[in-house]
């Protein structure tokens, strides 16, 4: 054994530590200031040479300096070990003891993070099945917790106590039946336990019905949330993918005006795109032109995005592209062709529902979320009522729950009168995966009544003197103008 | 004329034949060569790996800060010192890929099973050593395509490393999913034609060229693991391959077999009608979940050995090892569905695999109390593989046990896609598998570079490496139950959030830790092979075939005949001998009463078919079914 040590010196370990302790501290007490308040995306900021910068020049130095140290004391502890021809350090011992420090701190560890991380989780669910589940929960942690705490302890004291001594030898000892037994049928039997609470626990949850319950479609796209409610009818409307207008009918809703009219941009759009195909031989000796009064010294990026568009003409990809963007959009005028005279699909039921950017519940009230995707898989999450459904483009999924805390009983509980519940997102969807949400209100009935009737209905019953109001479901980003600009002549198309 | 002469013969007729560098280093034959190229490639490809992880944790711990550095490095993704949150998504993405396949899986199992298949049989090579070169070009030649990646304009796949459509279809979905994400997939399935390459060949080594005496129950356990993942692997990586091919021909021949009613932004109403994005989620978890015990096993093979050898005792409950990995291997096939307890998948098949999964706890355990209990009155030896070993037990008791909230469907609901799953994974197929390759390369570095590692560097780097491992992950767990979601560019979305970012801090700082313990590791590593004290034959007083061969690498590994095997491989400290070590193929008077010893005492020991005399109807089964003969 000693044949593999090498000797060191105290000094030169602790030279060594310190400096790997440095290194690794260092940016901690730097950034320690550093704003906690992140709620600002990071935008990216003007190249300049700062504190931090040189703190993470100096972090690379500092790498480089603990590897020369290493390389310099690693030569001298085989001279020194071929000098003396002993070992300094007893490195069995060292780490016979480190394996007893790793218990005592590690257990340390696991208090302080159970304490000061502990206040940190969740409080108490919000929704009728919460509870449950976080008995479910507590009953894993219990058991789990004894068996980590027993197992580990087991093994570094192990490690203390039958560490290699002059004159011990090891028992021969292969094999127990019996023990193998107990410890195969113990496992097996609180296993079957959790098996069977959890089943309980997750049929609960998601196979029981609901008869009351109310349902609110939640809509996810890139990147953000719509709701729909089901308005006076309690019916919601068809809706479809190949409806989907951006400004007018953000969720594709079977509403016959704008549905033709979003028929009749398409006719148009592939007009256009055949003009252009059309064209293209025009298009390539105009562009031409103006590239050739160009220069890449003068104009730069504009400059080789011209040559780049010169470039996709004339090797066919820019009609190929406008071929396929033509079959694409020729495909949806037929399937809207297609249902445009199902009764079924347009039924008018969609006329009363309401598209909001904020979900209202009402508290103790059972709510089914049913879930539609625009584009990507997302997942709605909702850690407070301890639920999560992911939501699938071509494919409808719910989720049943009863929110039991309305928002301002969790602001005193908290004590934090900014307090909201969200709905985000937690399945990867693109850039701004991140920033996904949208707000859930929990209140009483009144409150509840209050708010749904100030929200808009998506097609306005049409009074003689009303102006063309916008509909809700708009955000600001989209444009408020919805269904029923578009919708020239309202009351003959929808039958009012 | 039996093979193992043959063999012999042509192994002395090269003895003085001198290789050229190319058939030597670049397109070797020989196992052991490959084992060292799958090594460093893999090592190479780990701190890729391990540096895109502290990139992206310098982001999550401080969001506002600007490093001058990334933009150095980096360029467009990290605009002034900003990571861009495009690049956050292409490297986690890249960071998962990198180390679930190339490090976790070729560079783990690939080296060792290279390396000890023969080695430990008693065999003179693979059993098609030409197959076993092409499986590690084609793994070369993956890692390229996907380390190409990161130089196309639109930058490398950045869905996730599951990437699932229609995220991972639709080009025009996120910048990753352009020609990068046709990239990654191409890698994938070169890597996968290098898995099934090696497993093919894994597979027919263990079973038909074992050399005399080496029953199935005298393998050693890594050899029992290093057979269970190439089964998985082979049954499982054809799905994946499927998947990949699918999710290829929806990207560039317009099926839909994964797409239905999109609408994209940019593009509007999609054609593709009638496929399921769900569908893909099966076909990759089938593969995904057994990719875990693919990635686990060789790690608790190569822990099993390294720990008997170090507690200088036999290992405890040899059969009950390898019927736990057994069932691991068959329960692995069936869990797939826990990973899409909410996808909307019937809740009704959401119970049934949450029983199968919480059984994959019982073996898992069992091999637990039977390491803890191999150590209990063992005489320890800590070598560095030793400590690595016990770090691998550690993070396997960790992070297994958190398996038993994730396997459980109603408390997925809450921690599905949250830090919680992170922490889970990174504990348990993570940090455990990525020990256990440690402890494979400290322990085994003797036989494949025939020089020793420095052992104090060892230390430095186990402990520094085991304490920032904890510091990273543990913390996690609890972000993870305050619902922290993973995949997060900045916690902004929720004010609450931002009382983690200190716990970010402190992980990336761990994190950073972590990176400088791997510097300690790879220097010691590099600098052995060249300068390291020369190895003697059985540095570690072990039992295996492989500390027989000498420190020389030879082609054919012995220099005259296989050594026969009389003895189970963990007959260490036994009562009746002066030495606590018994190495298989010496002769000697008895058969061991362990664990590989004959039922019937007066058996002779040199038969031509002694794994017909173990009497284990498992084995003689295998033995009808596949029709091999052990030699």
């Known amino acids: 054994m000693k044949k593999m040590m090498f000797g060191w010196s105290g000094a030169k370990l602790f030279l060594l530590a310190s400096l790997l302790l440095t290194a690794t501290l260092a940016p901690l007490s730097v950034f320690a200031q550093a704003d906690p308040a992140s709620d600002v995306i990071p935008a990216p900021k003007e190249f300049s040479l700062s504190t931090s910068d040189l703190v993470s020049y100096a972090y690379w130095v500092l790498a480089l300096l603990v590897l020369l140290v290493i390389v310099y004391i690693f030569n001298i502890g085989a001279a020194s070990e071929k000098l003396t021809g002993r070992a300094v350090i007893n490195w069995t011992k060292v780490n016979a003891w480190m394996s007893i420090i790793f218990l005592v701190a590690g257990s340390a560890g696991v208090a302080y993070e159970l304490i000061y991380h502990g206040k940190l989780l969740l409080p108490e669910a919000a929704s009728a099945h919460g509870d449950s589940i976080d008995n479910m929960f507590n009953w894993t942690f219990g058991i789990t917790f004894v068996v980590f705490v027993v197992t580990e302890v087991l093994l570094f004291y192990f490690l203390f106590k039958y560490r290699q001594k002059e004159g011990q030898k090891a028992a021969y000892y292969f094999h127990n039946n019996q023990l193998e037994i107990i410890w195969t049928i113990v496992p097996a039997i609180v296993l079957t336990f959790l098996v069977l609470r959890g089943y309980s626990t997750w049929h609960n949850i998601t196979q029981t019905p609901e008869p009351k319950a109310k349902q609110i479609e939640i809509f996810g796209y890139q990147f953000g949330w719509k709701a729909r409610y089901a308005g006076d009818d309690n019916k919601f409307g068809e809706a479809n993918f190949n409806f989907i207008d951006p400004a007018t009918n953000e969720l594709g809703l079977a509403i016959k005006p704008s549905v033709i009219a979003l028929r009749d941009t398409l006719v148009a759009d592939t007009g256009r795109l055949g003009k252009d195909l059309r064209t293209l031989p025009a298009i390539l000796k105009q562009k031409a032109d103006q590239l050739s009064k160009m220069s890449l010294a003068a104009d730069g990026k504009a400059y080789t995005d011209l040559e780049q568009e010169l470039e996709d003409i004339r090797n066919g990809n820019k009609a190929s592209e406008l071929r396929k963007m033509m079959k694409r959009k020729g495909v949806q005028i037929q399937r809207i062709n297609a249902t445009l005279a199902s009764k079924d699909m347009f039924n008018e039921a969609a006329n009363d529902d309401k598209v909001t950017t904020e979900i209202h519940l009402i508290k103790d009230q059972p709510y089914t979320f049913r879930y539609r995707a625009r584009d990507v898989i997302h997942s709605a999450y909702m850690p407070y009522f301890r639920a999560q459904m992911n939501v699938v483009p071509g494919m409808l999924t719910s989720f049943t729950f009863t929110p039991t805390k309305t928002t301002k009983q969790m602001q005193d509980e908290e004590k934090n009168p900014e307090f909201q519940f969200y709905l985000f997102c937690a399945k990867i969807c693109g850039s701004a995966h991140y920033n996904m949400k949208i707000k859930i209100v929990v209140e009483s009935e009144s409150e509840y009544n209050a708010w749904i009737e100030k929200q808009k209905r998506v097609v306005e019953p049409v009074q003689p003197e009303a102006p063309a109001a916008p509909a809700a479901g708009s955000d600001t980003t989209a444009t408020p103008k919805t269904a029923i600009k578009s919708n020239q002549k309202p009351s003959l198309a929808m039958g009012f | ?631």
């Open chain 2, 1 to 631: 004329m039996s093979t193992a002469a043959a063999h012999g013969a042509h192994a002395d007729a090269h003895e003085h034949h001198h290789e050229s560098f190319i058939r030597k280093y670049i397109f070797s034959t020989d196992h052991k060569m490959i084992s060292r190229q799958f090594l460093i490639t893999g090592i190479v490809m780990g701190v890729i790996g391990m540096v895109m992880s502290i990139l992206f944790r310098l982001q999550l711990a401080w969001p506002d800060q600007k490093f001058a550095i990334l933009e150095m490095l980096l360029g467009r993704w990290a605009k002034g010192g900003v990571l861009d949150a495009n690049f956050y998504m292409a490297l986690v993405t890249i960071h998962g890929t990198i180390m679930v396949f190339y490090v976790l899986t070729a560079g783990l199992s690939g080296t060792f099973s290279n390396l000890l298949i023969p080695l430990q049989c008693g065999a003179r090579d693979m059993a098609s050593p030409f197959m076993n070169m092409l499986s590690y070009w084609f793994f070369f030649l993956s890692s390229v395509v996907l380390c190409w990646s990161f130089f196309v304009e639109t930058g490398p796949a950045s869905a996730g490393w599951t990437v699932y459509p229609p995220l991972s279809a639709l080009e025009k979905a996120m910048p990753g999913s352009g020609f990068g994400m046709t990239l990654w997939l191409v890698a994938i399935a070169l890597f996968i034609v290098s898995a099934l390459l090696g497993g093919v060949n894994y597979i027919s080594t263990v079973l038909n060229m074992r050399t005399k005496g080496m029953s199935m129950n005298r393998l050693p356990l890594t050899i029992w693991a290093f057979f269970f993942t190439a089964i998985l692997g082979l049954l499982s990586f054809p799905v994946l391959l499927g998947a990949a091919l699918f999710l290829i021909f929806d990207r560039s021949f317009g099926t839909s077999f994964y797409l239905s009613d999109i609408w994209l932004n940019g593009v509007g109403a999609l054609e593709n009608v009638g496929g399921s994005p769900i569908l893909y989620q099966h076909l990759f978890w089938f593969l995904g979940h057994p990719e875990v015990y693919i990635i686990l096993m060789p790690a608790l093979g190569i822990t099993s050995e390294v720990i008997a050898t170090n507690a200088r005792k036999p290992i405890f409950g040899y059969t009950a090892m390898v019927i736990s990995l057994m069932g691991i291997s068959i329960l692995s096939f069936i869990v797939w569905g826990h990973h899409m307890f909410i996808t909307g998948m019937n809740p009704f098949l959401g119970s049934v695999f949450m029983f199968l999964t919480l059984v994959i706890a019982v073996p898992s355990a069992v091999k637990v109390f039977n390491y803890l209990t191999t150590l209990w009155r063992g005489n320890i030896r800590f070598t560095p593989a030793m400590l690595f070993a016990i770090g691998l037990v550690s993070f396997f008791i960790s992070g297994g046990l958190t398996g038993i909230y994730l396997g459980n469907a109603a408390l997925d609901i809450n921690l599905h896609d949250s830090y919680f799953v992170v922490a889970h994974f990174h504990l348990v197929m993570g940090s455990a598998a990525i020990f256990g390759m440690f402890s494979g390369i400290y322990h085994w570095f003797p036989k494949m570079f025939g020089r020793l590692m420095n052992n104090t560097l060892g230390y430095f780097h186990f402990w520094l490496t085991f304490i920032a491992a904890y510091l990273v992950f543990f913390p996690m767990h609890f972000m993870g139950l305050a619902g922290v979601p993973r995949r997060y560019y900045a916690f902004s979305v929720i004010p609450e959030f931002n009382v983690w970012l200190e716990v970010n801090q402190l992980i990336t700082v761990a994190a950073i830790m972590a990176g400088f313990a791997q510097v300690l590791f790879l220097w010691n590593f590099f600098y052995s092979i060249f300068r390291g004290k020369k190895s003697d034959a059985n540095p570690w007083n072990s039992n295996t075939l492989e500390w027989s061969t000498p420190v020389e690498h030879i082609h054919g590994n012995w220099p005259g005949e296989i050594p026969t095997v009389y003895r189970g491989p963990y007959e260490y400290s036994r009562e009746d001998r002066e030495e606590d070590f018994y190495p298989q193929h010496i002769p000697g008077d008895d058969e061991g009463h362990g664990h590989g010893a004959p039922k019937t005492k007066s058996a002779p020991v040199h038969t031509e078919e002694p794994a017909a005399q173990s009497g284990n109807v498992l084995f003689s089964a295998l033995k009808k079914v596949f029709g091999f003969s052990p030699r």
